[in-house]
């Protein structure tokens, strides 16, 4: 298997623009997650999905910020309009979910708004 | 709910031993786990341990587990400098079922000096 994959790896933006983060889960994962990482604020979990379904969304830091799973091997994550705090790395990790499964990390997209 | 702290920066010397200290709030966790994060990279699984396990030791890398006192411990022998990276450890919260959520901590920087 592939891996958790996200796309893209690097985005740089101007203020204002909306911006779309993409993440493919491992095949066969039931749970998948959002975070942020940033040097300030370290690692944050945004969003999670069981099932396609979002189940804790209170890590999602305003209305900017939305999310989206509409089948099981798709994610994305959106901020409109986008934000120069907004800059960080954004990780998707997938999980299968069951108690006791780690979970599986992709490469991360890093985000820069100006 | 759960919390998991640790100290945010470690450095030693080649070939000595690191130890990486972890606290947590929640003694529901039935995991506990031990991530690497390289430079530019998503966290890696490094290890884990059950919570009814005091020790377990995975070639160069110990993790003892005390749950009277909620302290995590990895355990590096000979540290190389390959093993410079941000480690983080986390629970799995008991409290969202069988969903694969994981609580981190913030982070432990180990600095590996030649």
């Known amino acids: 298997d592939a891996g958790v994959i996200q796309s893209p790896r690097h985005e740089v933006t101007e203020m204002g623009q909306e911006v779309t983060l993409r993440c493919k889960p491992i095949?066969?994962?039931?749970?998948l997650f959002w975070y942020r990482q940033t040097m300030m604020r370290g690692l944050e979990l945004l969003i999670y999905?069981?099932?396609?379904?979002?189940?804790?969304d209170s890590g999602m830091p305003e209305d900017r910020f939305s999310a989206k799973m509409p089948n099981a091997s798709f994610s994305t994550l959106k901020i409109q309009p986008s934000e120069p705090r907004d800059s960080a790395v954004y990780f998707c990790?997938?999980?299968?979910?069951?108690?006791?499964?780690?979970?599986?990390f992709g490469p991360g997209t890093r985000l820069t708004v100006l | 709910g759960e919390d998991v702290e640790q100290s945010l920066f470690l450095s030693v010397r080649e070939g000595d031993s690191s130890v990486i200290n972890c606290t947590y709030t929640?003694?529901?966790?039935?995991?506990l786990y031990w991530y690497k994060q390289e430079p530019g990279a998503g966290l890696q699984l490094l290890t884990y341990?059950?919570?009814?396990?005091d020790m377990k030791q995975d070639q160069r890398l110990t993790v003892l587990l005390n749950k009277k006192d909620k302290h995590l411990s990895l355990r590096i022998a000979d540290t190389q400098t390959g093993d410079s990276a941000i480690y983080f450890c986390?629970?799995?919260?008991?409290?969202?079922?069988?969903?694969?959520?994981?609580?981190f901590g913030q982070g432990t920087t180990l600095q590996v000096k030649p």
């Open positions: 990790a997938s999980s299968p979910g069951l108690s006791g499964d780690t979970q599986y």
């Open positions: 999905f069981n099932n396609n379904v979002p189940i804790d």
């Open positions: 986390a629970g799995d919260d008991y409290g969202s079922g069988n969903t694969g959520k994981l609580i």
């Open positions: 341990i059950f919570s009814n396990m």
């Open positions: 095949s066969g994962h039931n749970s």
């Open positions: 929640d003694s529901s966790s039935t995991y």
